[in-house]
Nanobody
Framework: QVQLVESGGGLVQAGGSLRLSCRAS????????MGWFRQAPGKERQFVAV????????IYADSVKGRFTISRDNAEKTVYLEMNSLKPEDTAVYYC???????????????WGQGTQVTVSS
């Protein structure tokens, strides 16, 4: 089992920045990639970004490309999501997740954090 805890969410004005953190613990040796997803009220969970632990290879959703950066600290078992130029449509609960494969599909992820709220005011 992998336990994931997100932090760093909050309220920010449009155009501002936030950095989310997700620390992994437990049986992390089975994890190959870490992803960030988000879910706004009344909408389905949406892919944001993914990073492979070893290679650092990344994929971003088109909606965040150029504004968000996913990174990882292997020694600290922590994944980050740096969010810049935030827009009101970025408002959502953000979740980190672990998978044994490199994927943009939520169904590929078997461990999820509890989520952290990001609210962007207009």
């Amino acid at each position: 089992q992998v336990q994931l805890v997100e932090s760093g969410g909050g309220l920010v004005q449009a155009g501002g920045s936030l950095r989310l953190s997700c620390r992994a613990s437990g049986r992390t040796f089975s994890s190959y990639a870490m992803g960030w997803f988000r879910q706004a009220p009344g909408k389905e969970r949406q892919f944001v970004a993914v990073i492979a632990w070893t290679s650092g290879t990344t994929i971003y959703a088109d909606s965040v490309k150029g504004r968000f950066t996913i990174s990882r600290d292997n020694a600290e078992k922590t994944v980050y999501l740096e969010m810049n130029s935030l827009k009101p449509e970025d408002t959502a609960v953000y979740y980190c997740a672990a998978a044994d494969r490199f994927s943009i599909l939520a169904g590929s992820y078997d461990s999820w954090g509890q989520g952290t709220q990001v609210t962007v005011s207009s």
